[in-house]
């Protein structure tokens, strides 16, 4: 597949993503005022002073990739953008055709927050992970979760528990529901869950085992866009029998679809094997 028609059909899959995403949280959380963290958290705690979801979602996105712009660089902010852009647009669109949050909602009879919190998180866990696998962003606080993860070197999983944990705390107080506090810790648990399984394997992190031709590329584009640093061995082609080298990069989860395109881009003809990695320690993986 030419990297054109590569480019259109993982943006049509990130779209389809963002729009589950925004199904999910519409239908389901916002209904039932559900809050799992990040900007669709901040939102649903707005909405509760009658400030029109997609403004809030809006300002705050921009917001975020305001910041995200100026600490993080403009490849970062390019890659955020689509996202930023069309998260906050569908549920816009669905303001203004007049769709209530509560259309589906008031067709359960039975336990509706529960069946909200299982089927929003399926909805978002689903979208996120069609995103992050094919290499997207929603932006929001995805950004604050980056920048305390790549500047300083907070582990991801860290961030994002601080980050969405205070969100979810702000909810209990703004609402004062303690049910619809562990209904919505309960459903941050799922889709984390979910997004885990379906976007990236593995528990630790992966070493990349890189043969290439062209390991200063590699390095090179590894560190800008990954900030981890590289190895790198001497190595022979054991049927060409051509001088390479062997680059070798640990990184965590969540990094390995960004990193996998990294490389396709810095050479198409590079072989990559990965290994799971029980433990890493040093810089960007413990505080040490």
Not at 24 to 36: D, E, I, K, Q, S
Not at 42 to 61: D, G, V
Not at 202 to 226: C, M, P, Q
């Amino acid at each position: 597949m030419s990297k054109r028609k590569t480019f259109i059909v993982e943006h049509l899959v990130i779209l389809l993503g963002i729009i589950l995403l925004n199904f999910g949280f519409y239908f389901f959380l916002l209904a039932n005022n559900l809050v799992t963290g990040g900007v669709l958290g901040i939102a649903t705690i707005l909405a509760k002073f009658k400030i029109k979801t997609s403004y809030s979602m809006f300002a705050f996105n921009a917001l975020f990739f305001i910041i995200g712009l100026i600490v993080l660089g403009k490849e970062y902010a390019a890659k955020t953008l689509f996202g930023t852009i069309v998260s906050p647009l569908i549920v816009f669109i669905l303001e203004i055709l007049d769709v209530s949050p509560n259309l589906i909602i008031n067709q359960l009879t039975e336990a509706p927050i529960l069946i909200s919190a299982i089927l929003g998180s399926v909805c978002i866990g689903v979208g996120l992970g069609f995103i992050f696998r094919n290499g997207g962003s929603t932006g929001g606080v995805d950004i604050i979760q980056n920048i305390l993860n790549q500047k300083l070197h907070i582990d991801y999983v860290t961030a994002f528990f601080l980050t969405d944990g205070i969100i979810v705390l702000l909810g209990l107080i703004a609402f004062r529901n303690i049910e619809l506090f562990l209904y919505s810790i309960g459903a941050v648990l799922l889709f984390s869950l979910i997004i885990d399984n379906l976007s990236i394997a593995g528990r630790a992190g992966h070493t990349l085992f890189i043969v290439t031709e062209k390991a200063d590329e590699v390095k090179t584009a590894i560190f800008k866009k990954v900030d981890r640093g590289t190895t790198i061995l001497n190595a022979k082609g054991g049927y060409s029998e051509r001088d390479k080298k062997l680059v070798i990069c640990v990184i965590h989860k969540k990094e390995l679809n960004l990193t996998r395109h990294v490389i396709q881009n810095a050479d198409p003809e590079a072989f990559t094997f990965i290994a799971q990695t029980k433990e890493a320690v040093g810089r960007g993986f413990s505080h040490e």
